[in-house]
């Protein structure tokens, strides 16, 4: 069974970074679609970055431009780089990778922008 933690989040302040890990018990070489998505209360949960074999990168509107997600294969983690963080960014961030035709999800990290 694939496990996938998550760690990073906290709460900062508008216009603030964040560095999202997530550490992968599978080597990541074998997973092709690693993604990070969010989910704030009420609202339903929204993939916001997505990285193929390391090659292609996909981000969703909301984020394009301020989000970088990137792979490390020697340490088996994904990362996602949030910059200019903005209040509507506040939700919970999941870590997830397709193995085996099925896609497997992390606990997440709370993430809260608020001055």
């Known amino acids: 069974q694939v496990r996938l933690v998550e760690s990073g989040g906290g709460l900062v302040q508008p216009g603030a970074s964040l560095r999202l890990s997530c550490t992968v018990s599978?080597?990541?070489?074998?997973?092709?679609?690693m993604a990070w998505s969010r989910q704030a209360p009420g609202s339903q949960r929204e993939v916001v970055a997505q990285?193929?074999?390391?090659?292609?990168?996909n981000y969703a509107d909301s984020v394009e431009g301020r989000f970088t997600i990137t792979r490390d294969n020697e340490k088996n983690a994904v990362y996602l780089q949030m910059d200019m963080l903005k209040p509507e960014d506040t939700a919970k961030y999941f870590c997830?990778?397709?193995?085996?035709?099925?896609?497997?999800w992390g606990q997440g990290t709370q993430v809260t922008v608020s001055s």
């Open positions: 997830s990778a397709v193995l085996d035709g099925a896609e497997h």
């Open positions: 599978e080597n990541i070489l074998t997973i092709w679609r």
């Open positions: 990285d193929f074999g390391g090659r292609l990168t």
